[in-house]
């Protein structure tokens, strides 16, 4: 019997802390999680399943594969055979910037074999031996933001938003997210009544206020986790109560204990 060779995932980051990877898994890959980023990618080899909303999807070569934030998916081979794709996580608010305060675009299924994606997701999951050029992100990320409202289409009957209030709570949460910080202090950083602020948050990032934290704070523990801390000191370093905060955490956003994910990863 052939045998079939360990999991595996390269990780590289773009200019602007795009992380894209590369990765083969014999089986199963993932648990159920969500991510607060786009999922942008292609399958190279294989066939890539995943359950989105309900549904058993599977993402061939020559399909991009477009996960929207917060979306709760799950990732393992289709075959007996395995399979290799590369993937980029792509932050809301780098595709805002295009946008400029819409809803972001939704692409139904989490799949799309629409020409347009295809070309405007290729400097993202091209081989990870091609770092990308500032300037050459920044062309590829309004290519991207363009082709992604094209192909979804404008949501209709959306109130008007704050986008600039959504940026001032955007950014203090960044300035302060080792600390406690509550949607009253949010407030009073945006200008922005709270519950307004908070659904306008949702629509403009893919996620809710408290998830964005969340994540920042697990970003921070997974850079901590590559550099050589302990999980314990990653973890409290990150601003979680202790190590079983973070790993349930990390484990819900990535599909995968911590342990787990260190072993995997081969940074590049």
Do not use: K
């Not at 109130?159 to 910080?181: K, N, P, S, T, W």
């Amino acid at each position: 019997m052939e045998r079939i060779p360990p999991d595996w995932v390269i990780r590289a980051e773009a200019p602007s802390g795009i992380e894209r990877i590369e990765a083969w898994f014999g089986g199963h890959g993932y648990d159920p999680h969500r991510h607060d980023t786009y999922s942008v990618g292609r399958t190279l080899t294989g066939v890539q399943s995943f359950t989105d909303r309900g549904a058993l999807r599977h993402g061939l070569p020559g399909n991009t594969l477009v996960l929207h934030p917060d979306e709760l998916h799950d990732g393992m081979a289709g075959t007996a055979a395995g399979f290799g794709y590369r993937m980029a996580y792509i932050d809301p608010a780098l595709i805002q910037q295009v946008l400029g305060g819409e809803p972001l675009p939704y692409i139904a299924g989490g799949l799309s074999s629409d020409p347009r994606l295809y070309r405007a997701s290729e400097v993202f999951v091209q081989a990870l031996d091609h770092p990308l050029e500032p300037l050459q992100e920044q062309d590829a990320l309004f290519d991207l933001a363009t082709a992604l409202r094209s192909v979804a289409g404008r949501p209709r009957g959306r109130q008007r938003m704050d986008y600039r209030a959504a940026e001032r709570a955007r950014a203090f949460i960044l300035e302060h997210v080792g600390e406690g910080i509550s949607l009253e202090m949010l407030e009073q950083a945006s200008g922005r009544e709270r519950w307004s602020l908070s659904r306008d948050f949702r629509a403009l990032y893919g996620t809710s206020p408290y998830r964005f934290v969340t994540l920042r704070r697990l970003d921070r523990a997974r850079g901590l986790m590559l550099a050589g801390f302990a999980l314990v000191d990653a973890a409290l370093a990150a601003g979680f109560h202790d190590q079983s905060h973070m790993t349930r955490h990390f484990s819900q956003c990535f599909g995968v204990a911590p342990a787990r994910w260190l072993e995997r990863i081969r940074q590049r």
